[in-house]
């Protein structure tokens, strides 16, 4: 070996150089691996990755990943958290987890659609049967639990029409059947309401929207109070290899703290649009648990305080669609596109009658989504594109 200048192929790679400890910032570190080093074969050979004692594989933890599990957990008021790629896998590892061939789960009608094309796909071709079920009607839901009823999934308000169901009641019944309760919390974002003091024993968020809340990531968490059960979900998790990246760990982290601010200022805008449209003789319904007249009103009252940045309106059925689609053409400031709780305000228009069994209303939906633009200039967006589509 040379004593001179030793040779960067190998140098770079083993160097000596150690930041020193104690680096201390508010922000968390970007911790990026595949590979970890363990110290030894005795240590390979210990490893666990099971908790969060120490560290075995990229896939399964870094520093960067556990750190926002446990704010997740803290948020949602559970003890365990696992992150997945989106909200959808995270209601995928919850089904696939807890299903097997045989199993039969519960769906409101009204939930986020793509849990209903799992269900009817994925979950069908394995022997797992589904029934949607009217998250309003108490009595029919009682009836439609079976004896090999393993799971019911819960929404609270629910996708696009945005009924808030008696949460308490729905949990009562199914847990005196012996099924698991896994709420999709999205909406609720663990700021809206407990859903653990409640009694579930799952919430899954989609990161996506409120906790990202920059409309720039795609990430799912799936939380529990229940150590048993988070093994279940987590060896799941482990075996069909659903990481995430680091970045984007990073940038949810970024976004957490100011989580409960978001919430707050895209609620009272969100409330102040929904008021107008509330006074717009084009709209037969506005469909924002906050209303009252909002079907579920009455039990988004008697739990919560605060409502998600997001509603709908429902539109004279004799008034055309495709005027209605002209009008969501016409706004400037909303823009058309999915998800929500990013900056940005967005409208979709969505057609009822394809996605619900009885839809309750025959005209025209928009959905709107709050950002953080100014909520008069929100209000003059909406008349100037009522007026140029000739709704006005
Ligand atoms: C957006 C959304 C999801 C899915 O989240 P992605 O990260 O887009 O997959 C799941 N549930 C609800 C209620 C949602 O609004």
Redesign the pocket.
Known sequence: MSEEKPDPATALIHHPYRPPDGFVAPQVGVHKASTVIFPSVAALRARNWKSKAGYTYGLHGTPTSFTLEERIATLEGGLQSLLVP??????ALVDMALLKTGDHVLIPDNV?G??KELARHELAGWGITHDLYDPLDLAAFEQALRPGTKLVWL?AAG?VTMEFPDLRELIRLARAHGATVAL?N??GAGIAFDPFALGVDIS?Q????YPSGGGDV???SVTTRDELLHLTLKFTHMRMGWGVGANDVEAVLRSLPTLPLRYAAQDRAGRALAQWWSRQPQVVQVLHPALPGAPGHEHWRALCTQAAGLFSVVFDERLDPAQVDAFVDALRLFKIG???AGPVSLAVPYQLAAMRRQPAWRGALVRFSLGFEAVEDLIADCEQALQRSGLA
């Open positions: 989106s909200g959808l896998a995270a209601i986020y793509p849990n929404e996708s999709d999205t909406w899954t989609a990161l996506t929207k795609l990430m799912g999915y998800s929500w």
